[in-house]
C-alpha cells in the first residue's frame, strides 16, 4: 500500500496513541536502516550520514549509532544545524557519547567515504532545494548512496522532485512506501525501495483509506472463473467501434486483445478496408461495415441505424482506437453515448474527439484511458501541470467525469475518485504505439465478462504491464512491439 505524507503523520499518531512512542518508532526506523546497511554494504568500511535537523535526521542519528557497533568509519555532518525536535537531538546526544564525529562542514571524508546516507529533507519536503544542498549532493557517482525514508528534494505526495534532489541506490523507507514514490520522476532517484516495519498497527491503515499498488498474484485471485460447461456468451460480447483507413492497425491490436483476455464475443464495426486486415488477423471477430468520407473516416448520420442495432445486447463499447478525429466521428461519438446502455472503453481519438464537450460522457459507466496529453486535453490545461500531480489530475477527472479514468503512463493511475490504485509494473518496451489500444481491448473484454468499472480497470491495467514484462524477459526493450503483449497474455492469465 502507499500513503501520502499526511497519512504517514496519522499512521504515526495513531501509533503513538497505540503504545508505540515517537522515539521509539525513530528508533526502530534507524535501528532498520543500520539494518539494511550492514546486510547489503557491509563489506564497506566508510559511511558518511548527511542528517537534517528534523526527524529525518534523527533517523540517522539512531542508525549511525547501531552502525558504530559494527566498528566501521562513522561520520555525521548536519549542515542544517542541529536538531529541531527532542527525540532527534536526544539521537544526537546518544551518537556523540558513542564517539561519533559531527560535522557542520564538509570536509575530505564527504569524497573518501564508501556511502552516502542522505536524512537531510524528508517526507514533508516541497519546493526546491537550498542551493548549498544541492552543492552537497553533486558528483559522487563513484560513491553508494543510501535515502533514509525518501531522497531529499523529493516530494512524497506527488513525485514531483526539486532541482539537485539525491539520486539514491536504495531507499529505506519507514511504516509505507510513500505515494510519490510511484510516480516518476521521483521513482528513478529511489533507486530499489525497501520497506521498513516501525511498529505501525495493521489496524491504523483501516483508518486512513491508503492507495492500493496493484499486484500480478491478487488480480489472478479474481479473474474471471470459466466452468467446465462455459459458453461464449457468458463471457460478455465486446462491440469495437475503432479504425480507420489510415490507422488500421490500432483496431486490429484492440480486438485482438480484447478476445485473447477471454470476450466471448466481438464485434468489430470499422470500414470495410480495416474489416478485412481483421478477418485475416483475427477470423474469430464478426464485422460491421460502417460508411466512410472519401478520407476514410467514419460518416455520423450515415451509420447511426446500422451501430443502434449492434449497440443491443453488447456487454462493453470499445470507442476510440484509430478512429481520427474529424466533426462526424464527434458526432458519431455523441449518439453512441445516446444509444448504449453498457459500459464504454473511450480511449485515444475517442478522448480527442470529445475534448470540448466531457459533459456528455456517460456518468457511471464510463472508463476513460488517457495518457498525459488526452488528460491535460480533457482538463484543459498543459501537460507540465499533470506531470507535477498526476494522482490529483487523475483523481479530479475523475471526479469531473464521474468516470474511471486510468490515467497512463510510467506508474499507471487507477481511480473511480474515491478509491485509487497505482500500477509500477511494466517496462520501457512498452512505449510504443499501439500499447495503448492493446490495453483498451483488454478493459474491454473484462468489463464484458462482468467484471465492476473500477475493477475492470485495475485487472486490465495489471495484466497489460505484466504481460509487457514477460515480454521483456525474452525480448529486447527497443525490439518490443505491442503485439508482443497480445503473446504474452498467455503467461498472464
Do not use: W
Not at 529505506?172 to 510513500?178: D, I, L, S
Not at 478477418?279 to 441505424?305: R, V, W, Y
Amino acid at each position: 500500500m502507499l500513503v501520502t505524507p499526511k497519512q504517514m503523520q496519522m499512521l504515526e499518531k495513531l501509533t503513538d496513541e497505540s503504545g508505540v512512542s515517537y522515539a521509539e518508532m525513530m528508533e526502530r526506523a534507524g535501528h532498520a536502516l543500520a539494518d539494511f546497511l550492514i546486510q547489503n554494504y557491509g563489506d564497506c568500511e566508510s559511511f558518511l550520514f548527511l542528517a537534517g535537523n528534523g526527524n529525518n535526521g534523527g533517523d540517522c542519528y539512531v542508525a549511525a549509532y547501531y552502525l558504530n557497533f559494527y566498528h566501521k568509519q562513522i561520520q555525521i555532518l548536519a549542515p542544517m544545524g542541529e536538531p529541531k525536535t527532542e527525540i532527534s537531538q536526544n539521537a544526537r546526544d546518544r551518537a556523540i557519547k558513542a564517539g561519533i564525529m559531527i560535522k557542520s562542514e564538509p570536509d575530505s571524508f564527504l569524497e573518501n567515504a564508501e556511502v552516502l546516507i542522505d536524512g537531510i529533507f524528508g517526507t514533508g519536503f516541497r519546493g526546491e532545494l537550498p542551493q548549498k544542498i544541492q552543492e552537497l549532493f553533486s558528483g559522487h557517482e563513484d560513491q553508494i548512496r543510501i535515502a533514509c525514508d525518501i531522497p531529499s528534494g523529493g516530494n512524497g505526495a506527488t513525485g514531483a522532485v526539486s532541482a539537485g534532489s539525491f539520486a539514491a541506490y536504495d531507499t529505506v523507507t519507514f511504516g509505507a512506501e510513500k505515494l510519490g514514490m510511484s510516480q516518476y520522476p521521483l521513482r528513478k532517484y529511489c533507486g530499489e525501495i525497501h520497506v521498513a516495519d516501525i511498529g505501525i498497527p495493521k489496524n491504523a491503515f483501516q483508518k486512513i483509506e491508503p492507495v492500493h499498488r496493484l499486484q500480478l498474484s491478487e488480480i489472478r485471485e479474481n479473474l474471471p472463473y470459466r466452468q467446465p460447461d462455459a459458453y461464449k456468451n457468458q463471457f460478455g460480447h465486446v462491440l469495437a467501434v475503432a479504425g480507420s483507413v489510415r490507422m488500421r492497425g490500432a483496431c486490429i491490436l484492440a480486438v485482438t486483445a480484447a478476445m485473447h483476455s477471454g470476450a466471448g464475443l466481438l464485434t468489430c464495426a470499422s470500414a470495410e478496408q480495416v474489416l478485412t486486415a481483421v478477418s485475416i488477423t483475427l477470423p474469430e471477430a464478426m464485422c460491421l461495415p460502417l460508411q466512410t468520407d472519401k478520407d476514410g473516416f467514419f460518416l455520423n448520420t450515415e451509420n447511426h441505424e446500422i451501430l443502434a442495432q449492434a449497440l443491443k445486447n453488447k456487454q462493453a463499447c470499445v470507442i476510440g482506437c484509430g478512429m481520427g478525429v474529424t466533426e462526424s466521428t464527434r458526432n458519431l461519438i455523441k449518439f453512441l453515448f445516446s444509444n448504449s446502455s453498457c459500459p464504454i472503453i473511450l480511449d485515444a481519438d475517442g478522448l480527442n474527439a470529445i475534448a470540448g464537450c466531457i459533459e456528455l460522457i456517460p456518468e457511471g459507466r464510463t472508463i476513460l484511458t488517457p495518457h498525459m496529453g488526452e488528460a491535460a486535453r480533457l482538463l484543459k490545461t498543459e501537460v507540465s501541470e499533470i506531470q507535477k500531480d498526476r494522482i490529483s489530475a487523475a483523481r479530479k477527472l475523475a471526479e469531473i467525469t464521474k468516470a474511471v479514468v486510468i490515467l497512463k503512463g510510467a506508474g499507471t493511475i487507477v481511480t473511480d475518485g474515491l478509491q485509487t490504485a497505482v500500477c509500477n509494473l511494466g517496462n520501457a518496451g512498452m512505449a510504443r504505439a499501439g500499447s495503448g489500444d492493446v490495453l483498451a481491448g483488454i478493459t474491454g473484454a473484462f468489463a464484458a465478462q462482468g467484471l465492476g468499472l473500477y475493477q475492470a480497470a485495475c485487472t486490465a491495467v495489471t495484466v497489460h504491464a505484466a504481460a509487457g514484462d514477460a515480454a521483456a524477459e525474452s525480448l529486447p526493450d527497443r525490439y518490443m512491439l505491442p503485439q508482443d503483449l497480445i503473446r504474452s497474455l498467455k503467461d498472464i492469465l
